[in-house]
Each structure stands twice: as C-alpha cells, then as structure tokens.
Nanobody, 118 residues
Framework: QMQLVESGGGLVQPGGSLRLSCAAS????????MGWYRQAPGKQRGLVAT???????TVADSVKGRFTISRDNAKNTVFLQMSSLKIEDTAVYYC????????????WGQGTQVTVSS
C-alpha cells in the first residue's frame, strides 16, 4: 500500500510559478510510474504529466514548455515545476502512482489546490 501526500499548492498570479511536491511512502517508489493529474470545477480529471521508473516523461500539450515533471527516488518524491501559469491552470492537482506488475497497483493523493488569479 502506497500513501501519497501532495504539497506546494496555493494562490499565484498569472505568469507566476509554483512547485508541487508529492511524497510517497509505504511501497517501493522507484518502480512506479508517477504522474500529475488535475481537475477543474465542472471538468473531468485529466493528465498533466507522467514520469516513468526509467525517467521518461510525457507532458500534456496544454502545459508543454511551461510545466516540468521530475522525480527524486532517494527522497521518494515527485515534483511538478509550473511556470508561466495561466488562469486556466486553476485546478486541484493530484499525484498518481501506478505499477503494472502481476497485479496492477494504482494510488492517488488527496490533491492540492492551485489557483491562478490576479
């Protein structure tokens, strides 16, 4: 069983930056593909970025060039560096972990609010 705890959300002005962190515990962090998803009011949860156990990354087109995902396996933590934030980036951001072994293991964090507003 893995526990995921996000931090770093808050209120920021358009054009500003934030860094989200997700601390994992309870399982072998390094084997999991980690990701960030977000959900705005009235919208479905959608993928923001993922990083595989080998370090390969994917980023949604809507945030490409502005957001960067990274991981520190020694600290069991995944990060989302967000720059040039836009009002439409306002959402609850969720940390996600998945491992497709003999049995799929998948976990979600509780979410952290990011609000971009002037």
């Amino acid at each position: 069983q893995m526990q995921l705890v996000e931090s770093g959300g808050g209120l920021v002005q358009p054009g500003g930056s934030l860094r989200l962190s997700c601390a994992a515990s309870g399982s072998i962090f390094s084997i999991y593909t980690m990701g960030w998803y977000r959900q705005a009011p009235g919208k479905q949860r959608g993928l923001v970025a993922t990083i595989s156990s080998g370090g390969g990354t994917t980023v949604a087109d809507s945030v490409k060039g502005r957001f960067t995902i990274s991981r520190d396996n020694a600290k069991n933590t995944v990060f989302l560096q967000m720059s040039s934030l836009k009002i439409e980036d306002t959402a609850v951001y969720y940390c996600h972990a998945v491992y497709d072994g003999i049995k799929r293991q998948e976990y979600w964090g509780q979410g952290t609010q990011v609000t971009v507003s002037s």
